[in-house]
């Protein structure tokens, strides 16, 4: 059975793409070091859409609005250029409200695009472009520490990390916060409070690596300016404890937190790298893997939701469950010593 996979390495090698939504313009190269913050490319995207509706504000049929238009799909026009004008004693003119492009004509109507964003692609990664795709964006290539999240609000950034816990139990109170982390990614555990985003966020802080994050602060963690990664759920679970062994012994190395969106459909998840000096290229990322004996894996759901430990055997069939579900299932030994019966299904490979 194909196993769910996350990422909470060590030392690894990692290739991620990262390309623009249309094409555009891409100014890394081949060879070159690049920093999260970078911008490898830029792209020019259409503003917002305008529809006039020429038949009716001229009163005439849509067939006949149609001959009055001056203008075809495809044409750029500026602001006051005459689109339509009747034949009247008295013409009536309709005009374009600004610079703009028309996207489609007909049925009596005119689409106009008007406005143009410019949409900047920064790398997010820390490493070496390895491969350039013409007019999209690049390939990037870091080695050292990946550790994978749950949920991301979409920022990113880099900065020293420093742990602001003792146990992965620790609660994250506002009250810990501080001018002396000012810059710093703070890894914590849980974290409830409103108060403690909004001190972070005056401090201000780069970054923010919880091990849970209560759902009632969800909205508000969307708004802040600092990437802020959910490693584990929204239930006030630990970290777990393999995450926290790997951050907290890299405790005031450079970090960069990429808290990407999650999407389960292109596989993008959000991220923490940590750069690390290597000897030699370490092994690369294996993205999908089966389930299998001596596997270290991590419990998603209750009862031992959050808890980490190594796989030790395939249950053979259908196991029968205190809920009377028949499920395919693995016995677990847990970090704390205990063994348990889990369904594959709350169950994930750590690789």
């Not at 075809?72 to 003119?93: E, F, M, W």
Request: overall charge neutral.
């Amino acid at each position: 059975m194909l196993a769910p996979v996350t990422h909470l390495l060590p030392l690894t090698t990692v290739q991620r793409e990262r390309l623009l939504p249309v094409p555009g313009q891409v100014f890394a190269h081949l060879d070159q070091k690049i920093s999260p913050l970078d911008v490898i490319a830029e792209a020019h995207l259409g503003g917002q859409h305008l529809l006039l509706d020429v038949a009716r504000q001229l009163r005439v049929p849509p067939e006949k609005a149609d001959r009055l238009i001056k203008c075809k799909a495809g044409d750029q026009v500026v602001k006051n250029q005459v689109i339509a004008q009747s034949r009247d004693l008295i013409p009536q003119t309709i005009r374009a409200v600004q610079d703009g492009k028309v996207l489609l004509v007909g049925g009596g109507k005119v689409l106009l695009e008007v406005g143009e964003t410019t949409f900047e692609l920064h790398a997010g990664v820390p490493g070496v472009v390895t491969r350039v795709v013409q007019d999209r964006g690049i390939e990037i290539t870091f080695s050292g520490s990946l550790v994978q999240g749950v949920w991301g609000n979409g920022q990113v950034d880099s900065g020293m990390i420093l742990p602001l816990l003792n146990s992965p139990e620790e609660v994250l109170a506002a009250k810990r916060l501080d001018v002396s982390q000012r810059g710093a990614v703070i890894l914590a555990g849980a974290c409830s409070d409103p108060a403690t985003l909004q001190t972070a966020s005056e401090l201000p802080v780069r970054g923010l690596i919880l091990g849970s994050l209560s759902p009632a602060l969800l909205a508000q963690a969307a708004q802040m300016h600092f990437p802020i990664v959910v490693i584990d759920g929204f239930d006030g679970r630990p970290l777990n404890t393999t995450a926290f062994k790997l951050l907290t012994s890299n405790a005031k190395r450079e970090v960069t937190v990429n808290a990407e969106i999650a999407d389960r459909y292109s596989g993008i998840r959000p991220e923490i790298y940590i750069p690390l000096p290597v000897a030699g290229e370490p092994p690369r990322l294996r993205e999908v893997e089966t389930f299998a004996p001596n596997q270290p894996v991590h419990l998603i759901r209750a009862p031992h939701a959050g808890a980490v430990g190594i796989l030790v055997n395939l249950k053979p069939g259908l196991t029968t469950m205190p809920s009377g579900l028949r499920v395919q299932a693995a016995e677990v030994k847990l970090d704390t010593g205990e063994q348990v019966v889990v369904p594959l299904a709350n169950l994930e490979v750590l690789g």
